[in-house]
């Protein structure tokens, strides 16, 4: 029963584009209408001025609800907002939380100008009420303005930033598309290039054999041995070509990671010596690339990534490295993630982050017996 009251409440929600964080985030900031009653607390209040209060806040939930779910409406109900914060002025100086809300909305859900512009003229009537009509000190008026305007910027800065993520997730998304496509027509060529004179060359000989078998010739049994061989041929260049392609998966996400990160105005720079690697290395260091270059488009600020790859004495060593703002604290699961892959391989996963950039180290144990057999097939 529970459940099913949380999934109807969650659902107009999700029919408006928003995730459970966003949607907790959307009503954790209801709290701060308490700040409408810090006068009745500090001073108190008249019975009939908190009636008054109280009686707003219906009005301004169905509002603010309505900024959020029904865009088209958006425009509307911040008006009722901001209408809410100048008519309660008179009887509560707390009424400046509603034009806080006002703010706020109006610089996540409008226009950089047009929010700028709405903002400002919603300020001076405020300031012009404030002052010309109640008599509201100064200071009250200047900390209500530093106030919306430090909560707008924020949340404009938010917003910008979200949609930057979102955009370069899309491309992220177009690259590893466009890497697959040309991944596939790569493998169709060779396995056409591969396939095509051995596969011609097994049925000419089956053919012959087939005929000197009918007639007892005895070069029959000699074909038949060599059109042996040419499968046992054929079968270990396709093996190794299956390893190949396996292998063609951390250049791609090279690609799209140097893409990535060249629209994040990051300059990449890769010095990659690795040979052809087994399955289970290749898409470990796959996955450390992209959690590794993640991290850098959203939180390094920096300028420039160095990617470094190789094998010394006996370690085969994976490291990203930026110039960004470092000082990484608490680690996320995308670095815990890092650290599980590489302990799978039994190996290990550093990061060092301080100031001048941050440096995260994958090192794997290396043998020969970890090359790729040419004769096995790799797992799908």
Known sequence: ???QWVNRLRRPFAAAGLDDREVLYAISNLGFLGFLFLSTWLGGTPAGHLATTLATIPLFLFAYLTAILRPRWRGGALLLILALALALMPVNWGANTYLVYFSALAAVYWPALRATMAIATALLI???????????PPFYMAITTLLCISVALGNAVTRQLQRKDAALRLSQAEVRTLAQVAERERIGRDLHDLLGHSLSLIVLKAELAHKLSRQGHARATQEMAELEQVARQTL?????AVSGI???????????????????????RVENQLPALPATIET????????????????????????RAGIRDGQLYFVVADDGVGGIVREGTGLASMRER??????SCTVQSGIGGTEIRVQLPWTPSALPNPGQVMPA
Do not use: P
Request: glycine content about 8%; some cysteine; charged content about 20%.
């Open 1 to 3: 029963m529970f459940q």
């Open 342 to 347: 590489a302990a799978e391989l039994g190996g």
């Open 284 to 307: 470990a260091l796959a996955l450390v690339l992209r959690e590794a270059c993640t991290n850098v488009i959203r939180h390094a600020r920096a300028e420039n990534t160095e990617i």
């Open 246 to 268: 396996r292998a063609a998966g951390l250049d791609a996400e090279l690609a799209g990671s140097k893409y990535a990160l060249q629209a994040a105005g990051t300059a990449l």
């Open 126 to 136: 405020f300031a012009w009420i404030g002052t010309q009509l109640l008599s509201f």
């Open 236 to 240: 270990a260049q396709v093996r190794r």
